[in-house]
């Protein structure tokens, strides 16, 4: 079955880049037919949609976070990677990552992983 | 994108109906037939209760189920169980060819 494991520093300094990684089983993220997503969810609070990468290429992001965000793909390792630049404190949360078979709906997700910014 | 506009809460007791609107706009929810409904039980992930507005995963009880009109969708459980109390999200595709999210309803169990 597909799944799905988050990984990467859990404390990231303000200012700093916030960088993870989700490794997928039981499934090719080289699969031209899914989306392959990270979404997050500040303590507390409800679940934020950040952006797919697609067909090893393509993606598409939040438009509040899209000029700090990029995510990639590396197909060798059946990977991929989430990179949010200058992060601040308002980007403390649990990240996730999901796989979609259209851009806004997951059914497979990963656990979770929990980020802080703090100094 | 605005978030999707949703109930903080709804409650209901064993066995009874209740009903979480997910309203968005003609550039969302009412646009498009994809939107998905997800249950979140404290500590873990999300899973997804329903898609394409009444469709539902293998494994996913016939006491869920989900409707739309307009630019206001729906899910409703039947049946209310203990196990049912969570956190639920509504999402949508846009027509930026982008995700959003409800807010999310906590269904309390009374």
């Known amino acids: 079955q597909v799944q799905l494991q988050e990984s990467g520093p859990g404390l990231v300094k303000p200012s700093e880049t916030l960088s993870l990684t989700c490794t997928v089983s039981?499934?090719?993220?080289?699969?031209?037919?899914?989306?392959w997503s990270w979404i997050r969810q500040p303590p507390g609070k409800g679940l934020e949609w950040i952006g797919y990468i697609y067909n090893s290429g393509s993606t598409n992001y939040n438009p509040s976070l899209k000029s700090r965000v990029t995510i990639s793909v590396d197909t060798s390792k059946n990977q991929f990677s989430l990179n949010l630049n200058s992060v601040t404190a308002a980007d403390t949360a649990v990240y996730y990552c999901?796989?979609?078979?259209?851009?806004?709906?997951?059914?497979?997700w990963g656990q979770g992983t929990l980020v802080t910014v703090s100094s | 994108q605005s978030a999707l506009t949703q109930p903080a809460s709804v409650s209901g007791s064993p066995g009874q109906s209740i009903t979480i609107s997910c309203t968005g706009t003609?550039?969302?929810?009412?646009?498009?037939?994809?939107v998905s409904w997800y249950q979140q039980h404290p500590g873990k992930a999300p899973k997804l209760m329903i898609y394409e507005v009444s469709n539902r995963p293998s494994g996913v009880s016939n006491r869920f189920s989900g409707s739309k009109s307009g630019n206001t969708a729906s899910l409703t459980i039947s049946g209310l169980q203990a196990e049912d109390e969570a956190d639920y999200y509504c999402s949508s595709y846009t027509s930026s060819s982008t995700g959003v999210f409800g807010g999310g309803t906590k269904v309390t169990v009374l």
């Open positions: 039981g499934a090719s993220v080289s699969s031209g037919s899914y989306y």
């Open positions: 999901a796989r979609g078979g259209v851009i806004s709906s997951w059914r497979h």
């Open positions: 003609s550039s969302d929810v009412g646009g498009y037939n994809y």
